[in-house]
């Protein structure tokens, strides 16, 4: 066996370890997975049938593994465009690797041209390497993944320029696969052209794997039922933002808000009813607030939302949108379900902890129940600062 073989098999043995690896996380309902797998499959195929091109008819020896080749590569990027949340042009694809195969065809049968060949092939793949990595830069992310899309982004971005420098190479100097041993120029081309899949896969993996461990922090942050963060997250996030407001000297707010007679809702149209009310209260303050404020459940019909610079006025403002937002009615078939809410306002004061700074939030919410609900009320003014007046539905 000739030793230009080895890589090719290697090679395949390695997208059949690929093959494995994804299986075992398909049951992650990540999309591309699949995609994955299949890529590596058919690269596997290609390279077995360019392993024993000396014995095998011209058809599968060039042809059908170009075929499959070209296949792994749109495969490949399949995943990716899945993975990303994106449709693949799949007419684009089709019609590239046609072309590719057809022009295979042509410097095969009619113009015998080995060089021309892989340069056609070579273009084909570089495309789409150049694809893949344009598409996960321009994608925007969550910075916990950043490191795998760089990976990723950066190995295929080096592979595609390895393969159009090859075909800029055949082009450039024709015959380079002529000669005495042309099987062993061409095993030597596939080896390094064809380790792109595996590794590309492997940045794949990592991707998935960054998602996955994204995901299982959320679900260990956010409350069940209505997607809010859950406690545990608003004071992790409270911690950050409270060492951040005291080096920058920015202010810092907190709302916390109450249904209004929630126990009446559960008992008069049941608890499923009630929770309907939390999955609304919480969509309705998701159209609202900024991108970096936080949205807690706290526990029951309590929540909390944290606003990073954002002063008293600033806070009593967003409190009043929210209390007016929150003043909803929702249909049910045995009679409409009625809710408002109560809010409590604080604004951080020089050195006081978060525990405090909710403490006297949680003060301000039951001075608003007890002003007869549906109302909002602001916490002890800081720097003795008369009350500011505050409307009441």
């Not at 080895?6 to 990540?30: D, E, Q």
């Not at 933002?241 to 005291?246: P, S, T, W």
């Not at 003043?327 to 408002?340: D, K, N, V």
Request: proline fraction near 4%; aromatic fraction near 6%; glycine fraction near 8%.
């Amino acid at each position: 066996m000739s030793s230009a073989i080895y890589p090719l098999l290697l090679t395949a043995a390695l997208c059949v370890v690929m093959v494995f690896v994804l299986a075992s996380l398909g049951r992650s309902g990540i999309p591309g997975v699949h995609a994955w797998a299949l890529a590596n499959g058919a690269a596997m195929l290609s390279l077995l049938l360019f392993s024993a091109v000396a014995g095998l008819p011209a058809l599968l020896a060039v042809e059908i593994s170009e075929a499959l080749l070209g296949l792994s590569i749109c495969l490949l990027y399949d995943g990716f465009r899945r993975f990303l949340g994106r449709p693949t042009p799949y007419a684009v694809l089709g019609a590239g690797l046609a072309l590719m195969l057809a022009a295979v065809a042509w410097f095969h049968y009619v113009v015998d041209d080995p060089d021309t060949r892989m340069a056609i092939a070579s273009l084909l793949h570089g495309g789409v390497c150049l694809a893949i990595a344009a598409d996960i830069l321009r994608q925007p992310h969550d910075a916990r993944l950043a490191y795998a899309h760089r990976f990723t982004a950066t190995a295929a971005l080096l592979f595609a320029g390895g393969h159009l420098g090859r075909a800029l190479a055949h082009l450039a100097h024709p015959r380079m696969l002529a000669g005495a041993a042309p099987s062993l120029s061409n095993s030597f081309y596939l080896a390094l052209g064809t380790v792109a899949l595996p590794v590309l896969t492997i940045g794949a993996v990592m991707m998935v794997h960054e998602r996955m461990l994204a995901q299982a922090e959320d679900m260990a942050n956010r409350d069940y039922l209505t997607g809010a963060w859950n406690r545990r997250a608003l004071f992790r996030f409270a911690d950050r933002e409270l060492q951040r407001a005291r080096r920058t000297g920015r202010p810092l707010s907190l709302l916390v808000l109450d249904v209004d007679h929630f126990k009446r809702i559960n008992d008069l149209h049941g608890h499923a009813q009630g929770d309907r009310v939390l999955v609304d209260l919480t969509a309705q303050a998701g159209a609202i607030i900024r991108r970096f404020d936080l949205f807690a459940r706290l526990g029951g019909e309590e929540f909390a939302l944290l606003l990073p610079e954002a002063d008293a006025d600033a806070a009593l403002h967003a409190a009043h949108r929210l209390r007016q937002a929150m003043q909803r009615t929702l249909p049910e078939s045995s009679g409409a379900i009625a809710y408002t809410v109560s809010i409590g306002v604080a604004t951080l004061r020089e050195e006081e902890s978060f525990s405090a700074l909710l403490g006297r939030a949680d003060v301000a919410l039951y001075a608003a129940k007890e002003a007869g609900r549906n109302t909002v009320r602001m916490a002890e003014p800081p720097d003795g600062l008369p009350q500011a007046p505050h409307a009441r539905g």
